[in-house]
């Protein structure tokens, strides 16, 4: 998935983020199947620019299928420290996705479906955080000593993070590949929510990360400064440098 490849993955994700491993169905023919898992250690999960473990650590971890015609299914779970004074608190984050990736005209392309499953919430006290969306994304790597790489995605769902209405979301990123097998990067966020169940106005803002990642034998280190425009009282929610380990295997 693109930034929701990664929740981006991160999903952008989020996100993203991950790499498929491939297995061989006979000794003489690679098989047109893969499947990966992965794993990721971080001070802190930041979904769009906004913290989900009350700034606590997250251990995140998914599996994956895809096949060689682009189709790829798969799954992904987060711990969670959503409103932890209250009973509403959900404490897992469950994610289903299934889609399609290819290329055409040098440029690559994905696009798919991903749903969010919230476990511990009380239901019975209103919590309702479940939803689902569709996202798309365009990319393309550049030929050169630092390998530059451009994308932008988007996101839309008709029930955002249970608020019962339309959300919007557009991001693009780019990144570089430097000597040392260093990778600077930038990413930026627009989220756009139509209404809530508090406000007919609903909210909207950006959000950014700027960071590096470096592949250390089979441990991916990352670092990024993240910053967002949606939190006025406490900064603490939307500001954080976050450092994480990770592996896909």
């Known amino acids: ?26 000794a003489e023919e690679e098989s047109a199947h893969s499947i990966s898992a992965n794993v990721l250690l971080a001070t802190e999960y930041l979904y769009r620019g906004i913290t989900q473990t009350n700034e606590d650590p997250t251990l995140q971890g998914g599996f994956d299928y895809g096949h060689a015609s682009g189709f790829y299914i798969g799954t992904w779970a987060s711990n969670l420290e959503f409103n932890p004074s209250t009973s509403d608190a959900a404490s897992l984050e469950i994610d289903f996705y299934a889609g399609y990736g290819f290329s055409a005209g040098g440029l690559d392309f994905d696009l798919g479906y991903l749903y969010y499953m919230y476990t511990g919430q009380n239901e019975d006290a209103g919590a309702d955080y479940d939803f689902w969306e569709i996202y798309g994304s365009v990319g393309k ?3 050169g000593s630092l390998a530059p790489s451009v994308s932008v995605g988007f996101a839309w769902s008709p029930d955002f993070y249970g608020e019962d209405d339309d959300g919007i979301y557009i991001n693009g990123s780019f990144g570089l590949s430097l000597p040392a097998g260093i990778s600077p990067y930038v990413n930026v966020g627009y989220q756009d ?3 809530d169940k508090t406000t007919a106005a609903g909210f909207d803002y950006f959000h950014y990360a700027v960071g590096a990642a470096k592949d250390v034998g089979p441990l991916t280190l990352d670092i990024s400064w993240n910053d967002a425009d949606l939190c006025s009282g406490s900064q603490d929610a939307c500001e954080a440098v976050v450092f994480s380990v990770s592996s896909s295997f």
């Open 1 to 26: 998935m693109n930034q929701l490849l990664r929740k981006y993955v991160c999903r952008t994700l989020l996100a993203s983020l991950l790499a498929f491993g491939t297995f061989n169905a006979s």
């Open 141 to 143: 790597e550049f030929d």
């Open 193 to 195: 929510v139509s209404g």
